[in-house]
């Protein structure tokens, strides 16, 4: 039986006592999703079931296929297919091409890889702008408060434990957005993809919190998206530090109350006035 993203099944549990007993477990869902560009397949993504309109299209923008909301003229599922569910078409705006050349990522999609179609890294780089000003700050307790309201809206994730999150903060620390998914890639281009067809990128006054780890692709998404400063509650890779400071962006890991580790851009966190 599968309830939307989460799917229930009977299984056999080892008790602390040592007893054996059938229970019923709730797991998270994994099937495949279709993007396409008009007839044009564009990539096959290894998703959780929801926000699929809200992940193409954040798959979009961090790819640089689109970049403003007209682009896109409309977002639907073929009608002739019998697994339409599992399929998204996205039909540009009028006059607008596809440049294959700007996307290699053909293929399956894995949800551990955002980026596994594609074999180098100049080959999963986008163009977009570095972030450009640093005036936008965050206090410690607010950045400190983000982990506590992303986990108290990961219902999905209370009932599984096996599915990450994406949250969209401003600096003042309310959250704008949170999506859940089994790929960390693409709970974060779900998150985008609404605050996208929401009218509200750039996001340069905003904060990406992520549950799992700060790797190179959630680094640049962020960045697709203008977003100054992204935290994860786990670590983050050496190539997404790297990113981070090319680009102007803060990154923050390990944040877990009461610590958390600055990487790069530390003049965003408001700090006090003496650090040991």
């Known amino acids: 039986m599968k309830e939307h993203g989460i799917g229930s099944g009977q299984i056999i549990r080892r008790k602390q006592d040592g007893l054996l007993e059938f229970q ?35 798959f979009l923008v ?5 970049r403003k909301a007209e682009q896109i003229a409309k977002i639907s599922r073929p009608d002739d297919s019998a697994n339409r569910e599992n399929i998204i078409v996205v039909e540009l705006a009028a006059g607008m091409k596809l440049k294959l050349s700007s996307t290699k990522r053909f293929g399956t999609i894995s949800t551990s890889c955002g980026i596994c179609g594609k074999n180098s890294i100049a080959a999963i780089r986008q163009n977009f702008p570095a972030i450009g000003s640093a005036k936008i700050r965050i206090d410690i307790e607010t950045l400190l408060s983000l982990p506590e309201l992303l986990r108290k809206h990961q219902g999905d ?5 096996g599915i990450h999150a994406a949250g969209i903060f401003d600096v003042d620390g309310e959250l704008k957005v949170v999506r859940e998914d089994i790929g960390r890639h693409n709970a974060v281009d779900k998150a985008i993809g609404r605050a996208f067809l929401d009218g509200l990128l750039p996001l340069n006054r905003h904060v990406l919190l992520v549950s799992g780890r700060a790797s190179f692709e959630i680094m640049q998404k962020a960045l697709a998206a203008g977003i100054p400063i992204v935290a ?8 997404a530090m790297n ?8 990154l923050v890991g390990f944040l877990r109350t009461p610590s958390f580790n600055i990487y790069s851009h530390i003049e ?6 003496r650090v040991a």
């Not at 990113?243 to 803060?250: D, G, I, K, L, P």
């Open 24 to 58: 019923r477990d709730d797991l998270t869902v994994e099937e495949p999703l279709e993007i396409r560009i008009g007839r044009k397949t564009l990539a096959t993504t290894m998703r959780t079931p929801g926000h699929d309109e809200e992940l193409a299209t954040g």
């Open 62 to 66: 961090s790819e640089g296929i689109v």
């Open 157 to 161: 994730f209370a009932r599984t434990g």
């Open 232 to 239: 994860s509650v786990s670590a983050p890779s050496t190539l």
């Open 243 to 250: 990113f981070a400071r090319e680009n102007n962006q803060t």
């Open 268 to 273: 965003r966190v408001i700090l006090p006035d």
